[in-house]
């Protein structure tokens, strides 16, 4: 997330600045070599791919701020955020894929950066790729995955993240619920609100708000990416050369990129974009197989959907919009809600003394795509009549689609149960009935763009 502030360094070109003014700018961003000895590379598509990673690194960042933030402890030296930016080749339109930090991968074979040990290709986490070999693995795990080449590196910490929203003057954020998180210290009431650039960092860093963790993490990364867009293309920053220099001036000493990103770089990419706004970009996030996959050594990883996530790929290489990377499957009478099920977890437990309606109700909610244990308990009351969706109140939303499934059921409020929702399954338990995310659906990637994610 922390990677948006670079997107809007690019998008602050678009005014058509002079040489002059950007000259010297480039000269305050570090230098990386990610691309160094790469053989095998995927061909070149049409347009301008980027790869974004956002970084823990906190090193700037002062002790008022860090408990102000909940910004302690040791950086992980690994990749928070990893989105690829797709600029069209015509320059009218900006495609954001965003690549969930515990997605599944298989690195190829490399040096550890740390051991200096040499490693064949083996199963990883794709944010830890970083840890291992730095930019350059990043860079060949992130292609050897999706096919397509990388153009450009940029890397963004902590600092330059804060820095780009105060010196912006802050950025405009809406949310229809209230959102909570006690790890990151996040508490927004319905409604709008102008965020400086520790309370963004809050609301990009949460993924504690409910039970759609990263991925609702991911949302709203890209709600506040459209946000960013909007604020700096509205604000005068674009016209203002002097304005434009000092934003840059404050980002850029946090910033890493490759050798072959620079001034001309940026004003001829700026000059193709001036009439950018936040309707000529598209965000989505690669499109989700499996949740949970159980790998040995790694725990619970996210497995792609190898075929839909082709499909999106190739519209990045093909440089087509990513709507059309494929339709939008039917619904087929399954009733809407707000977070999919794919999102929620979910133990069952058996509240009546019929055998094996636990089971049949964990196979039920299971088919519909909730993550169940798989492994039904007995309620400590088996004379349970009306079936009930136990959660915790950070979860609420998460609680309020599992109940949809459960035509009848009753919500209850139980403070400190966690993220995992309990379902004790009643006499009046009929059948669960098939619910569908609005936003983050299973396999499809769901596309939106800028406009229609800001304040309306």
Not at 24 to 53: Q, W, Y
Not at 57 to 69: C, K, L, Q, S, W
Not at 103 to 129: C, F, L, M, R
Request: hydrophobic fraction near 35%; include cysteine.
């Amino acid at each position: 997330m922390r990677a948006t502030t670079t997107l809007s360094v690019v998008l602050l070109a678009a005014a058509g600045i002079g040489h002059s003014v950007v000259a010297g700018l480039d000269a305050d961003i570090a230098r990386v070599d990610p691309f160094k000895d790469m053989k095998n590379r995927p061909r070149a598509g049409h347009g301008m791919n980027v790869l974004l990673v956002g970084t823990d690194g906190r090193d700037h960042i002062t002790e008022a701020e860090r408990r102000r933030y909940r910004l302690g402890g040791a950086p992980c030296h690994c990749t928070d955020t990893i989105m690829i930016v797709h600029i069209s080749e015509d320059r009218e339109r900006a495609s954001v894929v965003s690549l969930p930090r515990d997605s599944y991968a298989e690195t190829p074979p490399h040096t550890d950066q740390v051991t200096g040990k040499e490693h064949s290709g083996h199963p990883i986490k794709i944010n830890s790729a970083y840890a291992e070999g730095g930019p350059q693995l990043t860079v060949r795990t992130v292609e050897n995955m999706t096919h397509v080449k990388i153009d450009h590196y940029l890397e963004v910490d902590f600092t330059s993240f804060m820095k780009t929203v105060d010196v912006l003057g802050g950025v405009r954020i809406c949310t229809a619920e209230p959102l909570k998180d006690r790890y990151t210290g996040l508490d927004l009431a319905p409604g709008a609100h102008t965020l400086m650039g520790g309370e963004a960092l809050q609301y990009v860093r949460s993924r504690h708000t409910d039970a759609s963790s990263d991925l609702g993490r991911m949302k709203r990364q890209q709600r506040f990416l459209a946000a960013l867009v909007d604020r700096a293309t509205s604000s005068g920053v674009l016209l203002n050369p002097l304005r434009f220099r000092d934003v840059t001036r404050a980002v850029l000493g946090s910033v890493r990129a490759d050798r072959g990103f620079g001034t001309d770089e940026l004003l001829d990419l700026g000059r193709a974009m001036r009439s950018f706004s936040p309707s000529s970009s598209e965000f989505t996030t690669v499109p989700i197989g499996r949740m949970g996959y159980m790998v040995k050594g790694l725990g619970s990883t996210l497995k792609w959907d190898t075929e839909k996530a082709q499909r999106l790929f190739r519209a990045l290489r093909d440089d087509e919009p990513l709507a059309a990377a494929g339709a939008r499957p039917r619904d087929g009478g399954a009733a809407r809600v707000d977070v999919a099920p794919q999102q929620i977890r979910v133990q069952v437990e058996n509240g009546t003394r019929t055998a094996g309606l636990g089971r049949r109700v964990d196979a039920a909610l299971a088919a519909t795509g909730f993550r169940t244990t798989r492994q039904p308990v007995s309620a400590a009351d088996p004379s349970t009549r009306r079936t009930v969706v136990a959660y915790d109140p950070r979860w609420d939303r998460s609680a309020k689609s599992l109940a949809t499934a459960l035509p009848g059921s009753e919500l209850r409020a139980v403070k400190g149960l966690g993220s995992t929702l309990k379902v004790i399954a009643g006499t009046d338990f009929h059948h669960v009935r098939k619910v569908r995310g609005a936003q983050v659906e299973q396999g499809e990637p769901s596309v939106v763009r800028g406009d229609e994610v800001g304040c309306s």
